[in-house]
């Protein structure tokens, strides 16, 4: 599976930006996809997740009510719809798939394929 992300760059503090991953080789419905992210000195984290059958999410405690993840089936493109951003959103973010059969899974090391990752940059 090859994962495209996009829509990163540079906003202000309370505005919004919507990322985009497109992926290409394997259908993801039925599966799971995730958007982690990485801040310069901080270990990777998952941001949210959803798992397309049964369409169960997963959101970290510092996004829960800003952020919302979504997917497009027929586009095989997922989304991460992110208001009101603090500059400590500010970070690379990457997506990545799970190609295992089950609930959305916090662990890096469960996903199989990712991508290229993008800055977002929220200035305060």
């Known amino acids: 599976v090859q994962l495209q992300a996009s829509g990163g760059g540079v906003v202000q503090a309370g505005g919004s930006m919507r990322l985009s991953c497109a992926a290409s080789g394997r259908a993801f419905s039925g599966y799971g996809m995730g958007w982690f992210r990485q801040a310069p000195g901080k270990e990777r984290e998952l941001v949210a997740a959803?798992?397309?059958?049964?369409?169960?999410?997963y959101y970290a405690d510092s996004v829960k009510g800003r952020f919302t993840i979504s997917g497009d089936s027929a586009k095989n493109t997922v989304y991460l719809q992110m208001n009101t951003l603090k500059p400590e959103d500010t970070a690379v973010y990457y997506c990545?798939?799970?190609?295992?059969?089950?609930?959305?899974?916090?662990?890096?090391?469960?996903?199989?394929?990712w991508g290229q990752g993008t800055l977002v940059t929220v200035s305060s």
């Open positions: 959803i798992r397309w059958s049964g369409m169960t999410t």
């Open positions: 990545a798939f799970d190609r295992s059969v089950r609930n959305p899974t916090r662990n890096q090391y469960d996903y199989d394929d």
